[in-house]
């Protein structure tokens, strides 16, 4: 079968198999305490599919309709080192499987598995309710993969574009003496000219209305503190997001305007964004504040194994996302950004925010 995907795209579908096969998934790197699926599902052409796992590697009852198939489970172990190895070491924006896995996989009925794009949920599962002893309603994950390389958790766009007012600009001269610093650090040398120059950059807004109402659907302040956290990155102080929050509060210009927020409140507006992003929000769709990925996140590591940060262990899930996060700089061309422009007598600049893993 001739399907091509790119990384993680194909790293959804290996951690659908890794699940369907191991059934009980870690909750953390270091933990010992695992999630337990009983069930996956997934919709394909309208038709919801239902894989119930008995145990690691036995047979899988998949459920289409009124009709029922088994799938031998013991087949995964084999299977998945496999799959594992031609994502890790595929090459190019995207690429084939191979058709010996399709032929294994056949009654599995993945062969023309699609996982949507529009939604956080990259497949739904049914998990033991540990607190209960009951299983749990469906619950949709999304899967973040670093086999590779870094996963993104925050996708750039001009959706994510912040507007900066630049006051001391004086005439076209000087605006077009720094948008001529060129090179691979050219917006963080454009950033780090103005500071020079005793120029204020200030936050102006978000290039789209949108993004600015779901920051601040999470938090009212989060426009102005990660608009901060943007120039802390882009005159290279720091990547990390732990690393910008602890430069951040030594800035004189944040502690005078936010004298309120100590470290401890800061972090908390920090991982809940980073949460809301992980779990449901997307910049350029407005937010109603529910989590659509209700059950968590599934990371597939380098190595190949799989962890699940779910619901049940929030907090675990939130000190990840904040610990293993960082910002990057995507291409400035596509996304229309860190060069000074004029508009109605005053100069701006537009910086991005992307972030990964």
Same mark, same amino acid.
């Given at each position: ?38 069930? @996956? *599902?997934?919709?394909? &052409?309208?038709? !919801?599919?239902?894989? $119930? /796992?008995? %145990?690691?590697?036995?047979?899988? =009852? +998949? #459920? ?100 900066? @007012? *630049?006051?001391?600009? &004086?005439?076209? !001269?000087?605006?077009? $003496? /720094?948008? %001529?610093?060129?090179?691979?650090? =050219? +917006? #963080? ?169």
């Amino acid at each position: 079968m001739s399907i091509s995907k790119n990384k993680g795209e194909w790293s959804e579908l290996y951690a659908f198999l890794k699940i369907l096969g191991e059934k009980n998934i870690r909750t953390s790197v270091s933990s010992s305490k695992y999630a337990e699926f009983t069930k @996956l *599902i997934r919709e394909c &052409k309208g038709k !919801k599919i239902i894989y $119930e /796992i008995e %145990s690691p590697y036995s047979n899988i =009852k +998949i #459920k289409v309709l009124s009709d029922e198939f088994i799938f031998e489970g013991s087949k995964l172990r084999k299977i998945l080192p496999e799959i594992f190895k031609k994502i890790k070491y595929g090459e190019g924006r995207s690429f084939q499987l191979g058709n010996e896995f399709w032929q294994e996989l056949k009654t599995l009925k993945i062969g023309d598995i699609r996982f949507s794009r529009d939604r956080k949920s990259d497949f739904y599962g049914v998990l033991q309710d540990p607190l209960r002893k009951t299983e749990t309603e469906e619950l949709g994950f999304s899967v973040k993969s670093k086999i590779g390389g870094s996963a993104t958790l925050l996708n750039a766009g001009k959706t994510t574009n912040f507007v900066y @007012l *630049i006051a001391g600009i &004086k005439d076209q !001269k000087e605006k077009e $003496e /720094i948008n %001529s610093i060129k090179g691979k650090s =050219k +917006i #963080k040398d454009r950033i780090k000219k103005l500071i020079d120059n005793k120029y204020e950059i200030k936050f102006h807004k978000t290039e789209k209305d949108i993004f600015e109402k779901n920051l601040r659907m999470i938090d009212s302040l989060l426009p102005e503190i990660i608009s901060d956290m943007l120039k802390i990155y882009y005159s290279g102080k720091a990547t990390k997001v732990k690393e910008i929050i602890e430069k951040i509060l030594k800035e004189e210009s944040f502690s005078n305007r936010f004298k309120f927020l100590e470290k401890e409140m800061l972090e908390f507006k920090i991982k809940n964004f980073l949460e809301a992003v992980a779990l449901g929000m997307v910049p350029g769709k407005l937010w109603d504040g529910f989590f659509l990925a209700k059950g968590g996140c599934l990371i597939v590591e380098d190595d190949g194994e799989l962890v699940c940060y779910y619901m049940y262990n929030r907090d675990e899930l939130r000190k990840y996302l904040y610990e293993n996060t960082r910002f990057e700089s995507p291409s400035s061309e596509r996304h229309c950004y860190g060069k000074i422009y004029e508009k109605c007598g005053s100069f701006y600049i537009n910086l991005n925010l992307q972030i990964r893993f």
